[in-house]
Every structure is written in C-alpha cells, then in structure tokens.
T-cell receptor, first 114, second 115 residues
Framework: NAGVMQNPRHLVRRRGQEARLRCSPMKGHSHVYWYRQLPEEGLKFMVYLQKENIIDESGMPKERFSAEFPKEGPSILRIQQVVRGDSAAYFC????????????FGPGTRLTVT | AQSVTQLDSQVPVFEEAPVELRCNYSSSVSVYLFWYVQYPNQGLQLLLKYLSGSTLVKGINGFEAEFNKSQTSFHLRKPSVHISDTAEYFCAVSAPNSGNTPLVFGKGTRLSVIA
C-alpha cells in the first residue's frame, strides 16, 4: 500500500509566479489535510478537505492561497503570486476520516521563492 | 482551542543514555495526543498515540510516553538512545469530540545523539 505521495519534492519559484503542490492520499483515504512548516517552527494547519469539499480552511491565508480535492485526481494546493515569505515545507496528510483516524504524512514539498 | 508547548527546543544526549522530551498541552476538552518524528528532509512518522485507556503508551523504536491529565503533560521517553534517533520530535493534539479535527503541533524538539 503506497503511502501519501507529494510532488514535486522541491519547487523553486520566482516572486510573482504560481506554485502548484500536489498530494495523492493513501488508498482508501478520503480526507486530506495541508500543513505548512516554516523554518524552526512546528507544523501549522492550513486546510482540511474531503472529496469535492472544503471542510475547514481556517488556517489558510485569505489571499493568494487556494486548495481543492476533486472527485478524481490528487489534492492541489495553489499559491498565486508567491512571495519570499511563502518559502516553507508544505506537508499533506491523509486519513480515513472515521473514528480516531490517524493522519499519515507525505514527504512534503519544499518551496523556495527567489 | 488547543495548544501544545514543547519546553526544550534542543536536547543533546550521549548514546545509550536515557532521554525525556517534554510536552505540555492546554485544552478545554478531552484530547488525543500524538508524538511524531521527522528525520532530515523527510515527512512525519507517527511514534505513538494516546486515545484513551492506559496512560502509559508504547510506540515504535523503543519509545514510550505517559499521559498525565492532572499535569496536562505527555512526555516522551526512551531508556537508551541510539545515533539513529537523531531527529526532530513533534508533540501534537487533536480534539476527538469535534470530528476529524486537524492536529495542533508544538514547535518541536531537536534530539541530537552524541557518540
């Protein structure tokens, strides 16, 4: 059973460009969470999605950031017009969403904005 | 709302010595508690979790943690560390009665095992 997949693993963007981060959850998992890890910080929750629904986006910046989890295909975290402060590691986690379901983490995408 | 405090940002320890990584949490409701390990440039791996029942929880790689409700703590321990335990360790909480809520993480403790 493949784990949570994220790509790309490393992404370099110039200021003002768009960044698209992809997350494929584990097989059988219908819940996806995105977290951001800034240097020397713990992980901070951004958004929680089920297939075709955003459940909780309370941790998402109001501008430039969006997320989706379509019926088919991976979850996408999109950052428009990136700035240097967006440089961070972005982790995706997935779960079955039932009971006390454990979140399984992907290897992360390390975004560098130059 | 929940919060997590990891009291030590860095813990150096000699190989084969015991180690304790401290974690305190605050919450107005009952919580689930987790410890994750992150090796350099990798994702997070679950070490152990407390959901209910016995307050002493055993995890992978010889780690264990004890849930102390009165002290709102969930300290991680290992009796004898190895070089390969060098990593970042994160304590996290979630609120079980609110569905599949996101995890709230501490800032992490960097464990450095010295030969």
């Amino acid at each position: 059973n493949a784990g949570v997949m994220q790509n790309p693993r490393h992404l370099v963007r110039r200021r003002g460009q768009e960044a698209r981060l992809r997350c494929s959850p584990m097989k059988g998992h219908s819940h996806v969470y995105w977290y951001r890890q800034l240097p020397e910080e713990g992980l901070k929750f951004m958004v929680y999605l089920q297939k075709e629904n955003i459940i909780d986006e309370s941790g998402m910046p109001k501008e430039r950031f969006s997320a989706e989890f379509p019926k088919e295909g991976p979850s996408i975290l999109r950052i428009q017009q990136v700035v240097r402060g967006d440089s961070a590691a972005y982790f995706c986690a997935s779960s079955t969403g039932t009971g006390a379901s454990e979140q399984y983490f992907g290897p992360g995408t390390r975004l560098t904005v130059t | 709302a929940q919060s997590v405090t990891q009291l030590d940002s860095q813990v150096p320890v000699f190989e084969e010595a015991p180690v304790e990584l401290r974690c305190n949490y605050s919450s107005s409701v009952s919580v689930y508690l987790f410890w994750y390990v992150q090796y350099p440039n990798q994702g997070l791996q679950l070490l152990l979790k407390y959901l209910s029942g016995s307050t002493l929880v055993k995890g992978i790689n010889g780690f264990e943690a004890e849930f102390n409700k009165s002290q709102t703590s969930f300290h991680l321990r290992k009796p004898s560390v190895h070089i390969s335990d060098t990593a970042e360790y994160f304590c996290a909480v979630s609120a079980p009665n609110s569905g599949n809520t996101p995890l709230v993480f501490g800032k992490g403790t960097r464990l450095s095992v010295i030969a």
